[in-house]
């Protein structure tokens, strides 16, 4: 544009960009996991809330922990989320992080802090069976049993199977 006198007229813009990229959650802790054990897998959400499809270039996984799965693609089309599968893969003792990263075209990379604690694994658990006198009251007993049971489940990896009581017999 130009002024009546032939000068330059500038009009200054303003704008704001809004990308509509979005990441739940941002952060997620795996807790303790025995070495060896890979965890279940947790699942993050990408979102597009931009009125235009965004390219997703790329998604990486650093320390011990791996995308196993999930929807996203090459695009996310307009309002559309997919999902990626990642897990906890504890090697060593101690506390671990990592992050998944989503690499999109048109702003920076979308980071998801991952934290775990590699703990020893639980190698065998054994208990003995019980036998009571017969002048013991059985349903007392299986009370008993069944209280201790429970608190063994409490402090059992999520990959062990939970100890059962068997029905009573003769």
């Known amino acids: 544009l130009y002024t009546a006198a032939g000068d330059r007229l500038f009009i200054p ?8 990229i979005t990441v739940d ?3 997620h802790d795996f807790g303790d996991r025995g070495i060896g054990f890979d965890s279940e897998p947790f699942t993050v959400t990408v979102s597009n809330s931009a009125e235009a499809a965004l390219p997703i270039t790329g998604q990486t996984v650093s320390g011990p922990f791996a995308a196993v799965g999930g929807t996203c693609t090459d695009e996310l089309a307009p309002g559309a989320s997919c999902t990626i599968d990642v ?3 504890p090697t060593d003792l101690g506390p671990d992080t990592g992050s998944l990263t989503i690499e999109w075209v048109g702003g920076d990379p979308l980071v998801v802090a991952l934290s775990g604690t ?5 190698s065998d658990v054994t208990l003995s069976p019980t036998e009571f006198d017969f002048g013991e009251d059985i349903y007392r007993a299986r009370q008993l049993i069944s209280e201790k049971l429970a608190q063994a489940r409490e402090s059992l990896p999520e990959n062990i199977h939970p100890p059962e009581m068997t029905p009573i017999s003769s």
């Open 118 to 122: 590699g703990v020893a694994p639980v």
């Open 13 to 20: 813009v303003t704008a704001t960009i809004t990308t509509g």
């Open 25 to 27: 959650p941002e952060s």
């Open 87 to 89: 897990v906890y893969q």
